[in-house]
């Protein structure tokens, strides 16, 4: 089964500050891969689809890149709203793995 | 408009069964993939089953292979997971999800815990 491995596991950064996540698969994936932000005590929702599709209603400073093995999730000016654990997950096929989360926080 | 309600969450003896639904009250069921995920008290996402929108295809994590059974009935807009010889590590909240094939929308979730 292919693997989805996240780095960093946690991030401090600064309101304002360009936040990378990055996310590994094992194996080539094209580009089926999600991004989903949950907040604390929340329902998990999804960014971008497609690894870099943004979803209507998320803000523009959020974006998504890569193709294959390697996927970045870029906020470009980190605002305090985006304190969140946020998971990649493949869905070319089952099993649809999901990392194991990058929890965000403000500096 | 997708709207996903889970229920059946309880509390559960090591080895014992429960049986879990997810209603969708949106007019699009039959059309789409759904699936069950997981996450235990204070840890990541994990992907639990995913049924085909025909009921056709079923895939289930290794984690649960024989013991947890996913079904739908699209006549009723309603997905179910039964799930048998619980465990402690099962404990978690359970969230249905609809697959676009992501998953796009999201349950409320149903709290499972397995404890004598």
């Known amino acids: 089964d292919i693997q989805m491995t996240q780095s960093p596991s946690s991030l401090s950064a600064s309101v304002g500050d360009r936040v990378t996540i990055t996310c590994r698969a094992s194996?080539?994936?094209?580009?089926?891969l999600a991004w989903y932000q949950q907040k604390p005590g929340k329902v998990p929702k999804v960014l971008i689809n497609?690894?870099?599709t943004l979803q209507s209603g998320v803000p523009s400073r959020f974006s998504g890149s890569g193709s294959g093995t390697d996927f970045t999730l870029t906020i470009s000016s980190l605002q305090p709203e985006d304190v969140a654990t946020y998971y990649c997950?493949?869905?070319?096929?089952?099993?649809?793995?999901f990392g194991q989360g990058t929890k965000l926080e403000i500096k | 408009e997708v709207q996903l309600l889970e229920s059946g969450g309880d509390l559960v003896q090591p080895g014992g069964s429960l049986g879990l639904s997810c209603v969708d009250s949106?007019?699009?069921?039959?059309?789409?993939?759904m699936s069950w995920v997981r996450q235990a008290p204070g840890k990541g996402l994990e992907w639990v089953s995913t049924?085909?929108?025909?009921?056709?295809?079923?895939y289930y994590a290794d984690s649960v292979k024989g013991r947890f059974t996913i079904s739908r009935d699209n006549s009723k807009s309603t997905l179910y997971l039964q799930m048998n010889y619980l465990r402690a590590e099962d404990t978690a909240v359970y969230y249905c999800?609809?697959?676009?094939?992501?998953?796009?929308?999201w349950g409320r979730g149903t709290v499972v815990t397995v404890s004598s």
């Open positions: 497609d690894a870099s």
């Open positions: 999800a609809t697959m676009l094939p992501y998953f796009a929308y």
């Open positions: 949106g007019f699009t069921f039959r059309t789409y993939d």
């Open positions: 194996q080539g994936i094209r580009n089926y």
């Open positions: 049924i085909r929108y025909s009921g056709s295809g079923t």
């Open positions: 997950q493949k869905y070319n096929n089952a099993p649809y793995t």
